[in-house]
Nanobody, 117 residues
Framework: QVQLVESGGGLVQAGGSLRLSCAVSKNILSFNPMGWYRQAPGKQRELVATIFGGGTTNYADSVKGRFTISRDNAKNAVYLPMNSLKPDDTAVYYC???????????WGQGTQVTVSS
């Protein structure tokens, strides 16, 4: 059974930082890409950042220069350090992985990030 488990969310003041982590229960090399998405109240889920096995990354324009996605293949984990947080970053953040074996997306349960002004 594939599980993605996020951690690291919380409440922070504007300008602060948080680091999200996603632990994957299977060999992370079988997932490509891995990514982070977020969903704010009343809004659709949106892409935050993705990372491919070769290291290529993509970011939403709204987080470029502030968030950095990385993956640790040895630990089967994906990370998202978030700096200079803004109230607009408030959302539930979801870890995502596309399984090359099962040809489908897998999602974590989400972790809440709240940025106060």
């Amino acid at each position: 059974q594939v599980q993605l488990v996020e951690s690291g969310g919380g409440l922070v003041q504007a300008g602060g930082s948080l680091r999200l982590s996603c632990a994957v229960s299977k060999n992370i090399l079988s997932f490509n890409p891995m990514g982070w998405y977020r969903q704010a109240p009343g809004k659709q889920r949106e892409l935050v950042a993705t990372i491919f096995g070769g290291g290529t990354t993509n970011y939403a324009d709204s987080v470029k220069g502030r968030f950095t996605i990385s993956r640790d293949n040895a630990k089967n984990a994906v990370y998202l350090p978030m700096n200079s947080l803004k109230p607009d970053d408030t959302a539930v953040y979801y870890c995502n992985g596309y399984s090359l074996q099962y040809r489908r997306d897998y999602w974590g349960q989400g972790t809440q990030v709240t940025v106060s002004s």
